[in-house]
């Protein structure tokens, strides 16, 4: 191959710019992520000879080496994992996820220098990592399976170079020209102290090799170093087999950082195993916040997966629930064959058990936090409680348990505070039956919204529905301790004991009666916007309020379906009316323009309400300037 050189990317030069020029405290991490990158080149490669034989004809002993050279200030990190063949050397090493560096920007711009290197791991630029404390990095490597080696070398300033390199095994090798104030990472005690606060786990050897060994080293001096030599710097020990009273949190919190990309420590650890009918043991995190990934369809998912050692995927989703997807770690068994493939593993009855372990295993530590810490279950409910919701919708089997988790604002709670709903049944007024609920797009709205008055005057709380998801789950909910659910906005709602509400609906029927004419009026007046006018049970203080039909699909239903290009018809709502509202005592009697003004002002002013959009702006202004001039 003819040695050729090639500009990076600009994102990439962007990125490597912030990466060398700001500031940041922890250099060292660069050692970190190289290690990864060497375990999951050799993971991989261990993986696919399951299947294909021929790419361990050397019949490889898997392992890291660290190699220092004092003279030539370099530093080499090798594996002998799956290697790259030239067209994956550029792709790997001369772009990046091409959403990355946008993110990464953003991010630093919000959190400043000092965070950069936790940056880097969480946007998969850890290679990059190597600049911080190099001025020229040079990678060779040879894929295995094939017997061609390839070269890459970048000073960054100048783009990078490809060419055949001389590396005559598989694997790839990364050496670090370091800086003149970054040699310390030629010494022994300093890479063996990185290696055992940040890559412990890693199980496969990490050994450490002087390069560039003094003539007249002492025989003593020579015998030490090599002793020292010889033992891996790291113990190796997968964490998920360890008992958890043997574990420090940081070891799991970088076993996490490992495992995730994530630059903070998971929000909750929660180790387990389970023999009998399966064994396995898992490791599994909740993580402190959400990432936008997860409301993206086919993003990456799923529990890591160990058969016997070997690592077989790290984005198995069988093995976990989709409303659960928040959840990241490793799942380990025995119980697997080895040769499992994808397809298999879909109805494989021992994945299926480890899925309703696990599943019960999350549910459990979240009512654990629920019962111990109410701050911090709202912490982890405010990153994950709109996923949690989903399960309602389709874990059956879990639903009961999901709802005791799922918390929302309500009537009577402070903005930005909610309540469970065992908090809910447990305040009920007396002689409530139902659970009562308003969908909402905004929560100031819901809080504002006529809709709520009737329910106040009685006694009764009302949830606010306020997230997008809130809506698809009023189908599910179905019911929560023998109660139901209902919508205060839809259909007929009435309130109290049953005697006042035959009462209420006596008093109804005869102002139906008496306002006849008038609502009729309105009715024809309001024609192409209503389906009906009638009069009201739930309204106190308001006027006017528009309602939906029982039986009316919910608004996002609505909105979803158009964007799927389906024919929806408008659907009218109902405009009902305060028989006891002094304005509408007074309105009645109108005849002619005045009538219609005021019904004008009177559908309007009910939208507004809500936080809806009037029809006609310049005319409502118009009118209601008209009105104060009166
Ligand atoms: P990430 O590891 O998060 O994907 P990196 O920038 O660290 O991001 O690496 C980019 C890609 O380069 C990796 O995904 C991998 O395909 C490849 N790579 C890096 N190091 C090695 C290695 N030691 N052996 C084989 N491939 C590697």
């Excluded at 375990?39 to 490889?60: C, E, G, H, Q, Y």
């Excluded at 690592?311 to 025995?334: A, C, H, N, Q, Y």
């Excluded at 819901?446 to 709520?452: M, T």
Aim: contains cysteine; charged residues 35%; glycine residues 6%.
């Amino acid at each position: 191959m003819e040695k050729k050189t090639q500009q990076f990317k600009a994102e990439i030069a962007e990125m490597l710019d912030l990466v060398v020029n700001s500031l940041y405290s922890k250099k060292e991490i660069f050692l970190r992520e190289l290690i990864s990158n060497a375990s999951d080149a050799i993971d991989r490669a261990k993986f696919l000879s399951l299947t294909d034989k021929a790419l361990v004809a050397d019949n490889p002993e898997w392992k890291i080496q660290i190699a220092a050279d004092k003279g030539a200030k370099t530093l080499m990190i090798s594996d002998n994992g799956i290697g790259m063949d030239a067209a994956e050397l550029e792709q790997n090493l001369g772009t990046i996820a091409s959403s990355g560096t946008k993110k990464f920007r953003e991010m630093l711009k919000e959190k400043g220098g000092e965070s950069l290197p936790e940056l880097i791991g969480q946007f998969g630029v850890g290679f990059y990592a190597a600049f911080m404390v190099a001025d020229k990095v040079t990678v060779e490597t040879m894929k295995r399976g094939t017997d061609g080696s390839c070269k890459w070398e970048s000073d960054m300033s100048g783009g990078y170079t490809i060419s055949d390199g001389d590396r005559d095994f598989p694997g790839t090798s990364i050496t670090l020209h370091l800086r003149d104030d970054q040699l310390d990472y030629l010494d022994w005690w300093r890479v063996s102290e990185l290696v055992k606060k940040y890559s412990d786990f890693i199980a496969y050897p990490i050994t450490f090799r002087q390069l560039d060994v003094p003539k007249d080293e002492k025989e003593e001096d020579k015998k030490s170093r090599e002793e020292r030599e010889a033992k891996p710097l790291n113990t190796m020990v997968a964490l998920w087999k360890r008992a958890k009273k043997d574990v420090k949190q940081e070891e799991y919190d970088e076993f996490y950082k490992h495992l995730t990309h994530d630059w903070e420590a998971p929000f909750e650890t929660i180790p387990f195993g389970a023999e009998g009918q399966v064994e396995f043991k898992a490791l599994l995190f909740i993580p402190k916040k959400a990432t936008m990934e997860l409301f993206m369809p086919n993003q990456k998912r799923g529990l890591s997966l160990y058969v016997r050692n070997v690592f077989i995927g790290d984005d198995i989703e069988m093995l976990l629930p989709t409303w659960l997807r928040f959840v990241k770690g490793v799942v380990d068994s025995s119980d697997l064959p080895l040769n499992v493939s994808r397809e298999m593993l879909q109805d494989d009855a021992v994945i299926q058990k480890i899925k309703s372990a696990v599943t019960a295993k999350v549910l459990s530590a979240l009512e654990d936090i629920k019962k111990k810490d109410a701050k911090r279950y709202d912490e982890f409910f405010t990153s994950f409680g709109a996923v949690l919701k989903e399960g309602v919708h389709v874990d059956w089997e879990n639903a009961d348990r999901i709802k005791k988790l799922l918390k929302w604002p309500s009537a009577r709670t402070d903005a930005g505070k909610r309540i469970f709903l065992d908090d809910y049944v447990k305040d009920m007024a007396s002689g409530q039956k139902d659970i009562y609920y308003l969908v909402s797009e905004r929560e100031e709205d819901a809080r504002r919204s006529p809709q709520l008055e009737a329910a106040r005057k009685h006694g009764c709380d009302v949830l606010l529905f306020c997230d997008p998801v809130d809506e698809y789950l009023t189908e599910s909910l179905r019911e929560f301790d023998g109660k139901k659910f209902v919508d205060v906005a839809k259909g007929d709602v009435s309130f109290g004991s049953d005697d006042e509400k035959k009462a209420e609906k006596d008093a109804n029927e005869k102002a139906a009666k008496d306002l006849k004419p008038f609502l009729d009026a309105v009715k024809k007046e309001l024609e192409s916007h209503v389906s009906d006018v009638r009069v009201s049970t739930r309204l106190v203080d308001s006027p006017c309020c528009l309602v939906q039909q029982e039986h009316a699909l919910p608004p996002s239903m609505v909105r979803m379906m158009r964007a799927m290009k389906q024919d929806v018809p408008d659907e009218k709502r109902i405009l009902e009316v305060n028989p006891n509202h002094p304005l509408i005592a007074k309105v009645k009697g109108l005849e002619g323009d005045a009538l219609k003004d005021a019904v004008t002002l009177l559908y309007d002013s009910a939208l507004v309400a809500e936080g809806s959009p009037v029809p006609d702006g310049a005319k409502f202004a118009q009118l209601l300037a008209a009105l104060m001039m009166k």
